[in-house]
């Protein structure tokens, strides 16, 4: 059995053709049938025969996916704002469409496509069926990390912007398998023999065996949760830190209006009646700027309550400033601290240190929940969104939901 394969977090080599000895993408999984397109970010190879199919759309559905994101920041977000979250284990990744003038829907692009009949074999519990889907980041020219090897888990409708029209596009939603490494026979294999399940069986990881009977191992990194200044705050003369001054402009009512309204936009927050978030009368606030409530998903249903600040800042946020939030958290409470600016190196080892159920956003989490939301076009914040979030500057009456250890 060849040894070639990827390991999460190393290098290789992409010369773009199956020519160059050295590729280490385009000829390492070139087989009889040829091997992947030289281009686009969704690529896929198709089983040379008898591969699964999508009754539905009666598309093949790929031996396997491709995925590339280019120009990935230390921030983990590009232009296209792909998402790579190691904390959670999961990537949201934008599908194919571009503006074509009238000849293509957004599921008629080849990538999107071929994600369209992978989800639906998925909706229909056929796993054991579903191709793996392996991720790459490009941060510089001829080179691709490897960012792990992944599971279709989601896929839904939304928008993005391309040459200034608005798009329906995919926005599909990854999960990270717990795996260091990815052999490549295996996706070799799955090309030319369309028995899926008996080459998994032979040649996949433990853990895509697993995910094809509904078992989902996500990798999780653990890492410091003590972040420098530069990973807090945009690049300088960055689109980021364009969309920060924007942000910095506003006046502190507008600002807490802004960040109710970001919660919002927070990945994976239930819609509809499961979450709630309400600004604090201007009088008699306590200092809590807004507060609300999660809740967990049916069957678990819990409600978690949380009080948060919105602080326009230009310098570090110290110690003291955090610990009025904390002084105001009730029993079973938690805390959201929202900042233009960055947190002290003191104040995130406190928080660690006392396990204070804080979460602590800098100005650059504050752009990249926008990014994630679709909510910035040309390195500005979108206009209609902005004019929504600041349409109550003057608050919200707190009706109906009152966290007890405030009032």
């Known amino acids: ?27 390492w999984l070139n087989t009889t049938a040829g091997t992947i397109a030289n281009s686009g970010g969704i690529r896929f190879k198709d089983p040379i025969e008898n591969g699964p199919v999508d009754y539905e759309t009666g598309r093949a559905v790929p031996a396997y996916f491709v995925l590339i ?3 990935m920041s230390a921030q983990h977000h590009n232009p296209w704002d792909d998402i790579v979250d190691e904390a959670s284990g999961n990537i949201y990744y934008w599908g194919d469409a571009k503006y074509s003038g009238r000849e293509k829907l957004f599921n008629q692009f080849p990538g999107n496509a071929r994600i369209e009949a992978t989800n639906n074999l998925r909706l229909e519990g056929r796993l054991d069926e579903l191709p793996p889907i392996l991720h790459f980041s490009k941060q510089r020219s001829g080179w691709l990390r490897f960012n792990g090897l992944c599971a279709l888990s989601d896929v839904r409708h939304s928008w993005f912007e391309d040459k200034g029209k608005p798009i329906k596009n995919f926005r599909i939603l990854l999960s990270i398998l717990d795996t260091e490494t990815v052999p490549v026979e295996w996706l070799r294999q799955r090309v030319l023999f369309g ?38 705050m945009p690049e300088p003369g960055s689109d980021d830190e364009r969309v920060l001054s924007e942000i910095s402009t506003l006046a502190p009512a507008e600002f807490e209006a802004f960040v109710v309204a970001l919660i919002d936009k927070l990945p994976d927050i239930v819609p509809g009646l499961e979450h709630r978030v309400v600004r604090t009368r201007r009088a008699g606030d306590h200092g809590i700027d ?53 947190y002290s190196e003191q104040t995130q080892r406190e928080i660690e240190a006392d396990r204070y159920p804080v979460r602590l956003f800098s100005g650059q989490d504050i752009v990249n929940i ?35 250890s405030i009032w």
């Open 69 to 71: 994101t280019r120009d």
């Open 290 to 342: 807004f507060f609300g409530m999660f809740k967990m998903p049916y069957p678990i249903g819990y409600e978690i309550e949380f009080l948060g600040e919105a602080k326009r800042y230009k310098t570090a946020i110290t110690p003291d400033q955090v610990s009025r939030l904390v002084a105001r958290l009730g029993r079973g409470q938690y805390g959201l601290y929202f900042t233009t600016s960055w």
């Open 1 to 27: 059995m060849n040894e070639e394969f990827w390991r999460v977090g190393h290098e290789y080599r992409d010369k773009a053709g199956v020519k160059f000895e050295d590729d280490e993408l385009l000829r």
């Open 195 to 232: 028995n899926v399940r008996g080459v998994d069986k032979k040649y996949a990881p433990d853990v895509w065996r697993k995910a094809g009977k509904g078992k989902v191992d996500r990798r999780q990194v653990w890492s410091s949760k003590v972040r420098s200044k530069q990973q807090q």
């Open 370 to 404: 926008l990014r994630a939301g679709d909510c910035i076009s040309g390195g500005r914040i979108r206009r209609e969104w902005k004019e929504l979030a600041l349409a109550d500057v003057e608050g919200a009456k707190a009706d109906g939901l009152r966290p007890s």
